[in-house]
């Protein structure tokens, strides 16, 4: 998955950003996307996938900065 805003190529470093996830029940689960220390990110983008690879499962924006980009029919 690239970004549409990419225009040097992906990042192969390590990332500045942390990633949290919490079930909470009937197979929900809420996921938390942090900056390490002083680093700075212009965005990321999640995406569910079961072991067979396939894509799974329903995104919501829960901050006014969240995005949801359709991707193949599902969110």
């Not at 990419?6 to 689960?29: C, D, K, M, R, W």
């Amino acid at each position: 998955m690239t970004p549409g805003h990419v225009t040097l190529g992906s990042q192969s470093s390590l990332a500045p950003y942390g990633i949290h996830i919490t079930p909470e029940g009937n197979g929900t689960f809420l996921v938390t996307v942090y900056g390490k220390g002083n680093e700075k990110f212009k965005g990321f983008i999640l995406q569910g996938r079961d072991f067979s690879e396939n894509r799974v499962g329903i995104f919501n924006a829960v901050q006014s900065k969240g995005k949801i980009i359709e991707c193949g029919g599902t969110k």
